[in-house]
T-cell receptor
Framework: ETGVTQSPTHLIKTRGQQVTLRCSSQ?????VSWYQQALGQGPQFIFQ???????GRGNFPPRFSGLQFPNYSSELNVNALELDDSALYLC?????????????FGPGTRLTVL | AQSVTQPDIHITVSEGASLELRCNYS??????LFWYVQSPGQGLQLLLK??????LVQGIKGFEAEFKRSQSSFNLRKPSVHWSDAAEYFC???????????FGQGTRLTINP
């Protein structure tokens, strides 16, 4: 059984650019949640995808968007990057979003915006 | 709004000593509670969780946590720490059981040899 994987590991972008981060969920999981972890902070919930539909969103602007594919992998897209978007982006997979269950986290993508 | 407070930003303990990390939450109903650990540059690993039932929960690596409704707390404990326990520890609440976690700020644990 493979765990949650994310790519790339590290990424450097400049302000105003766009970025796409990828996440492969754990085998058997149909829900992916994305979190942003700024340096020295706890993760903050961005949004969740359940069976290819957005299933809840945190307090993030619309330039943060996502997709979930039929194989339940997911992408996080951020447009018009700002310096404050520099963070570790974590994805977590689970089964059946919308009910209490354990989320399993990937290693994260470290995004630096210059 | 729901919130999680970890009052201790940084704790240092000696190897072999006992450990308690504090976590308080603000949420009206019975919460779903988690403790995760994060090593430098890594993702989050689940230590233990509380959904219902016995308020003393056992986790991996010898950790346990106790849910106290009257104090809105879910403190993490370990009777004897090892150098490999040095890491960042996060308490989290699952709001409404919808897998949308609210995390505390984290407690960084340093182990003295």
């Amino acid at each position: 059984e493979t765990g949650v994987t994310q790519s790339p590991t590290h990424l450097i972008k400049t302000r105003g650019q766009q970025v796409t981060l990828r996440c492969s969920s754990q085998s058997g999981h149909n829900t992916v949640s994305w979190y942003q972890q700024a340096l020295g902070q706890g993760p903050q919930f961005i949004f969740q995808y359940y069976r290819e539909e957005e299933n809840g969103r945190g307090n993030f602007p619309p330039r943060f968007s996502g997709l979930q594919f039929p194989n339940y992998s997911s992408e996080l897209n951020v447009n018009a990057l700002e310096l404050d978007d520099s963070a570790l982006y974590l994805c977590a997979s689970s089964f059946d979003g919308g009910r209490a269950d354990t989320q399993y986290f990937g290693p994260g993508t470290r995004l630096t915006v210059l | 709004a729901q919130s999680v407070t970890q009052p201790d930003i940084h704790i240092t303990v000696s190897e072999g000593a006992s450990l308690e990390l504090r976590c308080n939450y603000s949420y009206g109903a019975t919460p779903y509670l988690f403790w995760y650990v994060q090593s430098p540059g890594q993702g989050l690993q689940l230590l233990l969780k509380y959904f219902s039932g016995d308020t003393l929960v056992q986790g991996i690596k010898g950790f346990e946590a106790e849910f106290k409704r009257s104090q809105s707390s879910f403190n993490l404990r370990k009777p004897s720490v090892h150098w490999s326990d040095a890491a960042e520890y996060f308490c989290a609440v699952d709001v409404q059981g919808a897998q949308k976690l609210v995390f505390g700020q984290g407690t960084r644990l340093t182990i003295n040899p």
